[in-house]
């Protein structure tokens, strides 16, 4: 009953920064948490960063603590994560996700997921 249109994905070199955005429409619940993963070729899809519903929460993995910012516009319905100082390492799809549980963000296992969007980073 959702879906999760994103935009922003791209190829830059490293130091670069890029700004994706999630917007969100359909059948949503009334307050639901958003986020970002992200799945490298051969690896396991990783949490990158989550935010609550009114967005004074906010989740980081290790690697990209003081690099990423996730943020949301609920007017819009919509999610961004804005990326700096990107690295050849940050190279992955990247996939928003919806869920009513903060948790379920945290643990890439949301209600729903977005299509993924590219991003690549070259040295």
């Known amino acids: 009953q959702v879906q999760l249109v994103e935009s922003g994905g791209g190829s830059v070199q490293a130091g670069a920064s890029l700004r994706l955005s999630c917007a969100a429409s359909?059948?949503?619940?009334?307050?639901?948490?958003m986020g970002w993963s992200r799945q490298a070729p051969g690896k396991e899809r990783e949490f990158v960063a989550a935010?609550?519903?009114?967005?004074?929460?906010?989740n980081y993995a290790d690697s990209v603590k003081g690099r990423f910012t996730i943020s949301r516009d609920n007017a819009k319905n919509t999610a961004y994560l804005q990326m700096n100082s990107l690295k050849p390492e940050d190279t992955a799809v990247y996939y928003c996700?919806?869920?009513?549980?903060?948790?379920?963000?945290?643990?890439?296992?949301?209600?729903?997921w977005g299509q993924g969007t590219q991003v690549t980073v070259s040295s």
């Open positions: 359909g059948r949503t619940f009334s307050r639901y948490a």
């Open positions: 935010i609550s519903w009114g967005g004074s929460s906010t």
């Open positions: 996700a919806l869920s009513r549980r903060d948790v379920d963000v945290l643990h890439s296992t949301p209600d729903y």
